[in-house]
């Protein structure tokens, strides 16, 4: 199997979803995670090609004249990626078919998801910038199904379009900086961009291509300030708030950071911009986690807060940053997948997830209890777990940043000291103390499908705690060393280090975070915190409804001003932007050069350029508009005798023709339509022929200046030697109208076809209402 059969596979399965939650009822979840599972499995095949030091590449040639591939990178970082995806998903399809079980839309749950599942594996495995690109936006649009699944509520629908909105709009910019990048290095391969770090850095325009990269990165990452549509998101199922938190969409920004590490990195921009804000990010959300009640809404921000230390890390860049993205991206994973489906499970059998309103669940779902606990210890950075080497990897890069070090660990303390107070809220509030019934539900404990993926994810964390040797050179050191671009990095995970400074920023963190959770309820109802979240939380989606509102407002009044129903008014808009548009080009851009020389004009021709003028202030200012019609005749007549005199007489010929049927269809047309009175003010009037005057002018020194410019043979040539052999005609004007440019031609006819209709369809219903009229009054 390739890479790209193996993405495809997922495709595939996503569109038997709905049939297997029809016909294979509470078995469907069980039977589809095989898919997630296979390619979990065929990913595991690689451990010993990536660990040997080797990449795996396929390619296979997508728009050739573009030079765009469907190409896939399997290297360190991206097969870590490609298994938490595969392996979480596959959970994730389990545990959805139990949670959904009776719902009738489930069908719909494994199309979106799968959906999502093969997109995020497109992402994390694409090599060229365009793949990565469809495959990025793919997981926005399935993530806008997911989020939406419950459409009938308006928060499901208002959030599902707030993700959308916010991480397409980063989309383009992203699309944007890629393709700038991709101009600097000359390829559009990520793996060949590995090398030209100087050439990227150096390039006037990288600051401009790192600036869009970031918009797209942060957007599709929550980044501050767009961080308010991640806990948004938590009107999706749980099902899907697990998989995007744990594994994917989340995490998809920073894996393009990390991915373009070795590309972008390496300059003040990079490592002030990423780091600050990464930094930031890590802050603000992890005291916005407490003054929350909602389990979900309490992990939401602090995957947010561990989206922006991974971002701070790999602003920071050194060897113990690396590192601890590595293990970081794992054990967050590991332990955010499990607590999402134990918050899910509370609320499934609970009837809430409220923890203000629940409490002693323990009693009544133990297996539930043992397994949320675990994950809430890893989160919390307690030993022997994961949690606990990737906290302490994270103190160690802050304490070796080159830049504001003291300012770095101090946030990720203050921050961590949130995040073991979450852990508390998450773990302790639902399952301990006296029960507490809510709304009369008979609580017990959930269906093998809800709690067997929060254990194995859980005890992951601490099998991989307790002996890191499993996992540190055969996934960790070459994920962190494709980060770095240093594919001989050697990381050695060790659960002791010794009483050094991070060990003590961990004992602190800890006793500190412990106290906070005692005090956590005066702290969550105090005037400080609640501030605090209408400024930093409620605040930016406040920032974003007004951007939302003023845009929506924004296009109805460009809407009711050009779109007011009159065709006229929009044959004068289309005008008016002509001369003003290509007025400004011809005056302001280019250097025309206009001979002016009327010397060898005949007193004839005069004559007809004076009937011409006469005849154009005769239709602007004609009372009626038959007069006009015969006015406009008059033009094209006099058109016609000027092509006589400079020996054209086809042209002649096609132009009496075309004015004498205009003249007849029209007058025709103004006869049989209905004979309301139309006044035309004399300003109007006026204005139309200015404009009209406008167009006529610039066409005349468009035309002044084609005559003055260096007459360029080439199509003239093609023509004459293709007409005959190529297209067998002699006559070079019928060849090229009828087939060189017989599409044209052709969408000239329908273009007059569909008028002729439409001027069909207005006098039938001319006459319809005039009869219905009669018929009234008599």
């Known amino acids: 199997m390739t890479i790209l059969a193996a993405i495809l596979l997922i495709f595939s399965a996503a569109f038997f979803g709905p049939s297997a939650a029809k016909y294979l009822k509470n078995s469907s979840g069980w039977i589809l995670a095989l898919v997630p599972f296979s390619v979990f499995a065929y990913l595991l095949t690689f451990i010993p090609v990536i660990s040997g030091g080797e990449v795996v590449k396929e390619s296979w040639v ?21 298994l938490i995806v595969s392996g979480v998903g596959t959970f994730i399809m389990i545990y959805g078919g139990g949670y959904l079980a009776t719902d009738p839309k489930l069908g719909r749950f494994y199309f979106s998801i799968l959906l999502f599942m093969g997109a995020m594996m497109g992402v994390v495995l694409a090599d060229n910038i365009i793949a990565l690109f469809i495959f990025w936006e793919l997981t926005s649009i399935s993530s806008y199904l997911l989020i939406g699944y419950k459409h009938e509520k308006e928060e499901s629908r208002k959030s599902a379009l707030q993700a959308l909105l916010v991480t397409g709009s980063g989309g383009l910019a992203l699309l944007a900086g890629l393709i700038i990048l991709s101009m600097i290095t000359g390829t559009m391969e990520i793996s060949e961009m590995f090398g030209q770090a100087g050439v990227v850095s150096e390039h006037p325009w990288y600051l401009g291509a790192l600036i869009l990269i970031l918009i797209g990165a942060f957007t599709k990452s929550a980044q501050f300030p767009f961080h308010f549509w991640l806990p948004g998101a938590m009107a999706a199922p749980t099902p899907v708030s697990a998989y995007l938190h744990s ?8 894996y393009l950071l990390a991915r373009l ?7 003040i921009e990079w490592t002030y911009i990423v780091t600050g804000f990464g930094a930031v990010t890590m802050l603000v959300a992890a005291w916005l986690a407490i003054a929350h009640t909602d389990l979900k809404k309490v992990l939401a921000y602090t995957t947010v807060m561990a989206l922006g230390t ?6 920071m860049g050194h060897e113990y940053a690396v590192k601890a993205v590595a293990v970081f991206i794992l054990s967050h994973s590991l332990y955010k997948g499990a607590l999402f489906m134990v918050a899910g499970t509370v609320d499934h059998e609970a009837g809430t997830r409220d923890v203000a309103l629940i409490s002693g669940l323990r009693k009544t779902m133990p297996l539930t209890a043992t397994f949320g606990c675990i994950a809430a210890l890893s989160m919390a950075g307690v030993a022997p777990l994961l949690g606990f080497i990737g906290k302490e990897l994270v103190y160690e ?10 300012v770095l660990i101090t946030m990720a303390v203050l921050a961590n000291i949130a995040v073991v107070a ?7 509030r639902p399952f301990f103390g006296e029960y507490k019934e809510y709304n009369n539900k008979h609580v017990h404990e959930a269906p093998l499908s809800m709690w067997i993926g929060p254990a194995v994810l859980s005890v992951l964390s601490i099998v991989f705690g307790v002996l890191p040797f499993l996992i540190d050179t055969s996934i960790i050191s070459k994920a962190a060393g494709a980060v770095a671009g240093t594919p001989d990095l050697v990381v050695s995970l060790k659960l002791w280090h010794g009483v050094n400074a991070a060990l003590i920023l961990s004992i602190v963190t800890l006793l500190s975070g412990i106290g906070l959770y005692l005090i956590w309820n005066k702290v969550r109802e105090s005037g400080v915190v609640q501030t605090y979240d209408r400024i930093m939380g409620q605040g930016p989606v406040k920032g974003y409804e007004g951007w939302l509102n003023g845009t929506l407002g924004l296009a109805a009044a460009q809407t009711k001003f050009f779109q007011n129903g009159y065709l006229r008014y929009y044959m004068l808009c289309v005008v008016a932007f002509f001369v003003a548009v290509v007025g400004y080009t011809l ?3 280019t250097d025309m050069m206009i001979a002016a020389d009327f010397s060898d004009i005949y007193f004839y021709e005069w004559t007809l350029a004076g009937i011409i003028v006469i005849a154009a202030f005769a239709a602007v200012f004609a009372g009626s508009g038959l007069v006009a019609i015969a006015a406009l005749g008059v033009v094209g007549y006099s058109i016609a005798l000027l092509y006589i005199l400079f020996s054209a007489p086809d042209l002649a010929i096609t132009q009496v023709l075309v004015e004498t049927l205009t003249v007849i269809l029209v007058a025709l047309v103004l006869i049989h339509l209905p004979q309301s009175k139309v006044s035309v003010s004399m300003g ?3 204005r139309d022929g200015i404009l009209a005057g406008g167009v006529g002018l610039i066409v005349t020194l468009i035309m002044l200046a084609v005559l003055n410019t260096e007459f360029d043979p080439f199509m003239t040539d093609y023509f004459a030697e293709n007409s005959y052999v190529v297209a067998y005609g002699r006559n070079i004007v019928n060849v090229i109208l009828v087939d060189f440019r017989a599409l044209d031609t052709f969408g000239e006819i329908v273009v007059i076809g569909v008028a002729g209709i439409g001027v069909y369809a207005l006098i039938k219903l001319g006459k319809k209402i005039t009869t219905k009229k009669e018929g009234t009054t008599a």
């Open 62 to 82: 997508w728009v050739s004249y573009l030079g765009v591939n469907m190409s896939f990178y399997l290297d360190g970082f991206s097969l870590m990626f490609g």
């Open 247 to 254: 594994a994917t969409m989340v995490k998809a920004g920073v």
């Open 261 to 267: 590490n070795p590309v972008l990195s390496g300059t």
């Open 310 to 315: 991974l971002t701070m890390l790999i602003g």
């Open 397 to 406: 890069a802050a304490l070796s940043s080159v830049s504001f070090p003291t």
């Open 422 to 428: 979450s852990s508390g809220i998450v773990a302790i």
């Open 587 to 589: 005056l302001a851009k």
């Open 684 to 686: 109007s009037k006026v």
